[in-house]
């Protein structure tokens, strides 16, 4: 008996994007950041019904596996999987009762049983999603792991720059607040930096990692002195949940010394663009007004260009499956 003609297995990158997961942007060239953010624009320019991309991932199951709470980037890679005409199944996991490592790779292994194409996993530990990325036949997609990467939120920022300034190559780009437990921030001086732009960072030192100035930042404690010229001010969330004890002395000083508003944003240049990954703690990191600021403001930009980058990421890793073909090209 001859075995069934099947497609081929998931798994086997393909030329387009040479990777069978996306774990992180340390592992992509800038070559292939560029393709993708090109990918990503041209779904942005799709209407959302268009039928070409609705057939793209028929009959194909991406499972979304989130052990740690998140709004956007599981409703967006939800949205995203279903324009492209996959079914979609969604996981919450609770983590409390069982120990965390049992718990990962036992899920893995009966996830893996239903043989979903892609899993996109998000997991509290730096490393975990690596690690069931190990266990698995399909692709696997990093939607954020611990304090250590999160690609998809720097590609769909890098995509909201691009399409606002045209490039990011010679850009200046402050990237502000708690670096030390923001997987963001980590991602985007990733990112930012292969495609030619320049990063600093600044924070109160208690919210900085060590020796961070080896992934070639400039590194201020001052808003008014880091923010001096930059063309992009991209806020960070106080990440309160990954703290013990106290890295700041309270809110309201937090908010004094770091928390952009007008006066503090008049450092950068006059057009420069204001960016958070959400959710926001307004009057925190951010003041209201500025948060809102409709000329300057790109934050719900970057939300919708969620969208865009996890359909050419989805896209991008199946393309095995599809034949190379892609709906966007
Ligand atoms: N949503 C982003 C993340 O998952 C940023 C944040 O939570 O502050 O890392």
């Known amino acids: ?12 990158p393909s030329a387009f994007f040479p990777h069978r997961h996306l774990l992180g942007i340390e592992a992509l060239s800038a070559d292939e950041i560029g393709r993708l953010l090109d990918l990503a624009d041209q779904y942005a320019n799709m209407p959302k019904d268009d039928e070409r991309a609705r057939r793209l991932l028929r009959n194909r199951t991406v499972m979304n596996l989130f ?6 980037t599981r409703t ?6 279903l324009r492209l005409g996959a079914d979609v199944i969604n996981m919450s996991v609770g983590t409390s009762s069982i120990k965390k490592g049992e718990t990962l790779l036992d899920t893995a292994m009966t996830l893996n049983a239903m043989k979903p194409d892609v899993l996109v996993v998000r ?3 730096s490393g975990a999603v690596s690690l069931l990325s190990q266990k698995v ?9 611990g304090r250590h990467e999160h690609p998809t939120q720097a590609l769909l920022d890098a995509l909201t720059i691009r399409r606002r300034l045209g490039r990011l190559n010679g850009l200046l780009v402050a990237i502000c607040g708690d670096v030390l437990h923001s997987r963001v921030a980590r991602s985007n001086i990733l990112l ?3 495609m030619g732009a320049r990063i600093r960072v600044i924070a109160p030192t208690t919210l900085l990692p060590g020796n961070v100035e080896r992934f070639g930042v400039e590194v201020f404690t001052d808003m008014r002195k880091g923010l001096k010229d930059v063309d992009i001010v991209m806020m960070l969330r106080l990440q309160i949940e990954r703290m013990q004890g106290a890295y700041v002395p309270s809110i309201r000083e937090y ?3 770091f928390g952009l508003d007008y006066e503090k944003l008049a450092a950068a240049k006059p057009n420069a663009l204001i960016m958070h990954p959400g959710p926001m703690n307004r009057g925190v990191e951010i003041d209201s007004e500025v948060a809102d600021d409709i000329n300057r403001s790109v934050i719900r930009e970057q939300v919708e260009m969620g969208v865009a980058v996890r359909m050419a990421c989805l896209d ?6 599809t034949g190379e073909k892609g709906a966007a090209q």
């Open 1 to 12: 008996m001859t075995a069934p003609q099947t497609t081929p297995p998931p798994g086997r």
């Open 67 to 72: 052990f740690e709470d998140s709004t956007r």
């Open 76 to 81: 967006s890679f939800e949205v995203a999987a």
């Open 123 to 125: 997991h509290g530990d």
């Open 137 to 145: 036949d399909g692709s696997v997609i990093n939607a954020g792991d």
């Open 192 to 194: 930012l930096s292969k």
């Open 255 to 257: 908010f004094h010394f």
């Open 316 to 321: 991008a890793l199946t393309r095995p499956l």
